[in-house]
């Protein structure tokens, strides 16, 4: 069983910033990729960004540029810095852990707004 912790989501102007973090706990493989999801109502959760335990990075295009994907492997967090804010970035955010063999994991989900 792996468990994430979010945290970070807020309310923010257009253009500001926030940071996410997320902390994974329990049966944590060395190798692993970790991410992030947002979803809006009535849509699908889509990726945002993801990030292994190499330090290889995947963005939406949506999000290249202004988001950064990052992670400290000794304390198994992963963070999200998303920068230039914008209203259609406003949706909750979902941490989400994979590796091998096992099943996705999944955080409780964070509330992201941006108000324009």
């Known amino acids: 069983q792996v468990q994430l912790v979010e945290s970070g989501g807020g309310l923010v102007q257009a253009g500001g910033s926030l940071r996410l973090s997320c902390a994974a706990s329990?049966?944590?493989?060395?190798?692993?990729?970790m991410g992030w999801y947002r979803q809006v109502p009535g849509k699908q959760r889509e990726l945002v960004a993801a990030?292994?335990?190499?330090?290889?990075?995947n963005y939406a295009d949506s999000v290249r540029g202004r988001f950064t994907i990052s992670r400290d492997n000794a304390k198994n967090t992963v963070y999200l810095q998303m920068n230039s804010l914008k209203p259609e970035d406003t949706a909750v955010y979902y941490c989400?852990?994979?590796?091998?063999?096992?099943?996705?994991?999944w955080g409780q989900g964070t509330q992201v707004t941006v108000s324009s």
């Open positions: 989400n852990y994979q590796t091998v063999g096992q099943r996705d994991y």
């Open positions: 990030i292994n335990s190499y330090g290889n990075t």
């Open positions: 329990g049966s944590i493989f060395s190798f692993n990729v």
